[in-house]
């Protein structure tokens, strides 16, 4: 079992003071899924843009055996998908297909090709029918798909999820869940959702503060923090 | 809202939305050349250029009166100069003016009506339009619609607690708040581009290649401009 | 203002667009240099938020109300090249799809509101931004406004519109107000912005006083020039027009279409010269 | 028991032929909560504007007794409050007190008095601390507060509740429920989320395609139509 993450002693301060990130400590092994639980403004969402280095703090990162540096930064880039909680800042391209095919151009696919491989991605999260369309005639739950779609098509080896299921109504989410199961990327998935986690992670880190204060199976740590509510 | 009816037109399959943009936008340049030329007292002149756009609408399977009722957005600013033109007595010359903004606005929807935004940014594209402006050109449209309807959504949430909202500060928090948002969403935006490999560069997409119809399609446009131009 | 179509004279509009298609190549090459590539989706939202701005009401008085029109904003806080750009972006949609303003006009268009409007911000904001940053701003903001509707306004007149004296200061009356108002709003939605993050709002660099006096001035004369000139009722204005209406509409046509053909060379000269400096 | 909503026959098509709500009837009593159920698009948010007249489609709407029309649409307003799903396009005013103060003053109340009302309002709903604070540096929790304290000040009779749980973490999901619980205001509560409607709502209403295909029990609407997800 190889480590895809390990990070040691990661801090970050925002530019206006905040202390975001304090000293955080974290691995993920290939295939494996975790949960990142933790309150409203506890740094979850922080944490995540460090995965590919879209925030640089202090501490160690290790992706896939590579410490993030300038110079591996867009081999991470490449095997780190993130999928961000706002499906609208993620999709900025004019039509389906072309928002799809530019994380492949820019890993210097050919045009073809990465239409190409656009289209097989496309397919697989169940959005064939909307190559043509332009983003913003979609529904929320049409949008989230092509926002994976468009980070699937980069091949990544970790799949970062930040908020996957706001705003999707059940049926939808089902279908969600159902299609983030098969994939066989290890997964890093903030939520507020017990439930979703339950279904798509084993373990679970619990932040506090910029720290983590928890770590373990993921229904022990839902009920040690009191993680559900009813 | 306008734009998604547009939107809509544009995503059509009749023969004309198959042409090359830039044959398209080519011929929309003609016809407005040849018609803003065109003597104010030549009025079959404007009948045969009415007549032409709704024989290019019908084969664009555009609604006539859509479009029609789209285009007189530009009628109460003219109707004010062509008024005064009027009242200065050159009365062919006022209606000249309306006419000419009138089948100006209805030429342009016919282009963008059958022409997607992606169609027509290529084509200044390929005619070297700065790649700059083509991608501000994109990202303004791709993110109208979303920023127009949070400021729907704010004018609502204060409507809904000041019936008789008033207040030039109120106005400016409004944008104010706005503003940031949109400023959230654009680093947003540029942290997702980052995520999925930018470097600083937008890979162009191969431009389709100019087709034989496609020179035909502007050969006749051209030839129907030019001879309603030239015989009445 | 936006100038429809059928509205100017051939000369007026093919000169305006040979004029502003450079100019706008120019900005486009400043605005790409002198920012970095996050700017990219930054100047598109914010074209679309000025869009979207428009759409809030500022109350002005009973029963009557303003809205913002941005260019000065723009300019504060992106900065002259990128702010022209911008609404460069924004004419190009409000003439193909919004139908405000004209195609064969864009040259005109751009020119009195992304051009002149923004260097008039710009040059305002500079002259008094050691007196007080609103007092700065509010000119910017004024100022912007008053130039582009009378650019519009000469522009008008050189084409032939007639307008009698009334009308004429009537007009004028208009725009001052609509320039106070532009002024005012823009200090308010500087200011609300100021408090959520002073960061937005970059500082203008301290620069030398009597280039930009001189520049204003310049403006200044071009803008009461080109008023001036075309509202003296023998002047250029009966010029132009007689000298384009004995002219046959052949030559008129051909005047046009050689018009744009100058406008692509023009384009594709810099284009060429420039790829060949990059490679050099 | 009086009715607070009566609507019959809505019908609402957006400018771009959308047809969004098609045939809607409805009711609500006095002190009663319901909850709206419904796939992505279904009309539930396009349902909820007309309820205090921010769009005006077809068919008559009564609240509290009153038909909404151009004359009563202000008293209307007073008394119908809703909360945005996003509490950022909810809070525009430079410090939670004034923005909270907005509405009251909006009523005819002297300034005074509306700061006073707003005061006991954020007290209320546990926001004491933060009179001065400027809302847009508040958590999403807090921010949440402060709109529907925004709300609160104007004393509607009716609430109406768009997702109010979105982004809010476990926790903070439970103090906002049992803020909720703690008003007498009946209540519409827009959401898909199956706990938070059963522990606010006894009456569920389940939209399709503009239409309302289901009504009754809450967990007999969620058990019918599958909606709720593990
Ligand atoms: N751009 C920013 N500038 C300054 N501070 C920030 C910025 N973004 C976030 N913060 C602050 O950093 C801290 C961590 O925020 P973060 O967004 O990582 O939280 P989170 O765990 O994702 O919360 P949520 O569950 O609400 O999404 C918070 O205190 C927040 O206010
Ligand atoms: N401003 C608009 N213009 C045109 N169509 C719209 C507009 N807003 C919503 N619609 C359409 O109206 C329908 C109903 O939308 P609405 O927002 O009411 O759905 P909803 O039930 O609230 O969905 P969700 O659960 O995703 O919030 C959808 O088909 C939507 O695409
Ligand atoms: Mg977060
Ligand atoms: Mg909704």
Redesign the interface.
């Known amino acids: 079992m190889s480590r895809v993450i390990q990070i040691a002693g990661l801090r970050y301060r925002y530019p206006d003071g905040t202390q975001a990130l304090d000293g955080i400590d974290f691995h993920l092994n290939s295939g494996e899924s975790v949960a990142l639980f933790g309150a409203n403004g506890s740094g979850k969402t922080t944490f995540v843009l460090h995965l590919n280095g879209l925030l640089r703090g202090e501490g160690s990162i290790e992706i896939c055996g590579m410490r993030l540096a300038d110079g591996t930064l867009e081999q991470i880039r490449s095997k780190v998908g993130v999928v961000f909680q706002d499906s609208d800042e993620q999709l900025f391209m004019p039509t389906v297909l072309e928002d799809v095919a530019f994380g492949p151009l820019n890993l210097g696919l050919s045009p073809d090709d990465a239409l190409t491989r656009a289209r097989t991605v496309l397919k697989r999260v169940g959005m064939a029918h909307a190559f043509e369309r332009a983003p913003y005639h979609l529904s929320a739950g049409e949008k989230k798909r092509v926002a994976i779609a468009g980070v699937l098509a980069m091949d990544p080896e970790i799949l970062v999820l930040d908020e996957p299921t706001t705003f999707l109504d059940p049926p939808t989410r089902r279908d969600l869940l159902s299609l983030l199961r098969s994939l066989p990327q290890a997964k890093v998935v903030v939520t507020h959702d017990a439930n979703l986690a339950r279904a798509l992670t084993s373990r679970a880190v619990f932040f506090d503060q910029g720290r983590i204060t928890g770590q373990g199976d993921v229904i022990e740590i839902i009920q040690r923090f009191h993680w559900e509510y009813s | 809202m306008h734009h998604l009816v547009i939107d809509r037109w544009s995503r059509g399959s009749s023969s004309l939305h198959q042409r090359d943009p830039r044959a398209k936008l080519a011929a929309l340049l003609v016809f407005l050349v040849v018609l803003s030329t065109t003597r104010p007292g030549a009025q079959w002149a404007f009948v045969a250029y009415a007549v032409l756009l709704i024989l290019t609408a019908n084969l664009a399977r555009l609604p006539i009166l859509g479009l029609a009722s789209r285009a007189a957005l530009v009628l109460p600013f003219s109707a004010t100069f062509a008024l005064l033109t009027w009242w200065s007595g050159d009365s062919l010359r006022a209606l000249a003016l309306a006419e000419k903004s009138f089948l100006s606005g209805t030429a342009a929807l016919l282009l963008v009506g059958t022409t997607p935004l992606t169609g027509w940014t290529a084509a200044l594209e390929s005619w070297r339009v700065p790649r700059m402006l083509i991608l501000v050109i994109q990202f303004v449209y791709r993110y109208l619609f979303v920023i127009a309807e949070q400021v729907q959504r704010m004018r609502w949430a204060a409507l809904c607690r000041g019936p008789k909202q008033r207040g030039f500060r109120l106005a400016a928090g409004l944008v104010g708040v706005l503003f940031a948002r949109s400023w959230q969403r654009a680093d947003g935006i540029y942290h997702a581009m980052l995520a999925r490999g930018f470097r600083g560069r937008f890979v162009p997409a191969p431009p389709a290649p100019f087709r034989s119809s496609d020179a035909l399609f502007l050969s006749t446009c051209l030839a129907g401009c030019l001879a309603i131009r030239m015989l009445l | 203002m936006?100038i429809?179509?059928?509205?100017l004279s051939?000369p007026v509009?093919a000169t305006l667009d040979v004029v502003s298609a450079p100019a706008?190549?120019w900005v486009?090459?400043r605005?790409?240099r002198d920012t970095q590539?996050?700017r990219?989706?930054?100047?598109?939202?914010?074209?679309?938020?000025v869009?979207?701005?428009q759409?809030?009401?500022?109350?002005?008085g009973p029963g009557t109300s303003g809205h913002?029109v941005g260019g000065a904003l723009l300019t504060v806080v992106l900065g002259p090249a990128a702010a022209s750009?911008?609404l460069?972006?924004?004419l190009?949609?409000q003439?193909?799809?919004?139908?405000?303003g004209?195609?064969?006009a864009l040259g005109a268009n751009v020119f009195n509101m992304a051009l002149a409007g923004v260097a008039a911000a710009y040059l305002a904001n500079r002259l008094w931004a050691h007196a007080s940053r609103s007092v700065a701003i509010f000119a910017a903001g004024a100022l912007s406004v008053m130039t582009s509707a009378c650019l519009a306004l000469g522009q008008?007149l050189i084409s032939?519109?007639?307008?009698?004296g009334g009308?004429l200061w009537a007009s004028l009356g208009l725009f001052l107000i609509s320039a106070i108002m532009e002024g005012?709003?823009t200090v308010?939605?500087v200011?609300?912005?100021e408090?959520?993050?002073p960061a937005?709002i970059t500082p203008q660099p301290a620069t030398s006083r009597a280039v930009a006096a001189i520049a204003m001035a310049a403006l200044v004369l071009v803008v009461v020039g080109t008023l001036i000139a075309s509202a003296a009722p023998d002047g250029i204005q009966r010029l132009t027009m007689q000298g384009v209406d004995s002219v046959g509409?052949r030559a008129?046509?051909m005047?046009?279409?050689v018009g744009?053909a100058m406008i692509?060379a023009l384009?594709?000269l810099?284009?060429k010269l420039k790829s060949r400096r990059r490679s050099a």
């Open positions: 936006h429809p179509d059928g509205f051939t509009w706008v190549a486009a090459r605005a790409q590539d996050n990219i989706p930054l100047l598109g939202v914010m074209g679309a938020f869009f979207a701005a759409m809030v009401n500022f109350p002005v913002l750009l911008v460069t972006a924004i190009v949609l003439a193909l799809i919004f139908q405000d004209g195609v064969l008008l032939g519109v007639p307008m009698t009308v005012a709003i308010a939605a200011r609300a912005i408090r959520l993050n937005w509409w008129r046509t005047a046009g279409l744009i692509f384009c594709y810099g284009g």
